[in-house]
């Protein structure tokens, strides 16, 4: 049994789960879930480009029913968890002409934001057909720049960074392979709530596993 936490915003003490410390060795959570969620945690990826400022969650219909905004074509992607690491979902969703063509989502018990952004791409693109041009959204920087700029350095090295390893390198590889093989695919960045109504539906899809029931 993990040794209680007292959380750094409102003192209450709380037990971190158990397969999160023995997943992320050397972690201890800042603060309790319930802090996270109001956002005095982050409640946004690190390095993912987003607000520290946790923005409202929108439910699928609150995000359909925003006004037309941003691309109304495309796959838009997105993940995350509460805490971080912690718990986690993701969501892509395929948009031609503001319609939707198909969508997906997931949940992990144990994960990072990082892994969720970076998972929602990879499964993103299986919705759209091979040979399709499609642009493919999501609103962490990181993970568009990990395939984008680094990502081919990293391959001439033996899939090894100068500094150390390639984090989550199970992903990443086989996420800019499927990429490379796939020349009419274009990923690029969007801002992350922006009022951006498919970045928004996708925010909705990565956090099914979190309001279901509520």
């Known amino acids: 049994m993990p040794d209680p936490v007292t959380c750094a915003d409102c003192g209450a003490s709380f037990t971190p789960r158990a397969e999160l410390l023995e997943r992320f060795p050397g972690w201890t959570p800042r603060t309790c879930p319930s802090c996270y969620r109001k956002g005095s945690g982050g409640g946004r990826p690190r390095g993912g480009g987003r607000s520290s400022v946790a923005a409202p969650q929108l439910t699928l ?8 905004s941003g691309p109304d074509s495309g796959l838009f992607t997105d993940g995350g968890c509460v805490p971080n690491p912690g718990p ?10 503001g319609e939707v063509v198909d ?48 990502a081919a350095g990293w391959e001439r090295r033996g899939w090894k960074r100068k500094a150390g390893p390639v984090e989550n390198l199970d992903l990443v590889r086989p996420l800019y392979e499927a990429m490379r093989s796939r020349p009419e695919l274009e990923l690029r960045w969007i801002k992350a709530h922006a009022g951006h109504r498919w970045n928004e539906y996708a925010d909705a899809l990565a956090n ?7």
């Open 61 to 68: 219909d609150q995000a359909r029913q925003l006004p037309a």
């Open 88 to 97: 986690g979902g993701w969501g892509a969703v395929y948009v031609v002409d």
């Open 103 to 150: 969508e997906a989502h997931g949940h992990d018990p144990a994960t990072t934001n990082n892994r969720m952004e970076l998972t929602a791409i990879a499964r993103g693109i299986e919705l759209v057909p091979v040979g399709t041009p499609c642009i493919v959204w999501s609103d962490s920087n990181l993970a568009v720049r990990t395939v984008n700029e680094w």
């Open 208 to 214: 099914t596993w979190n309001t279901a029931g509520t």
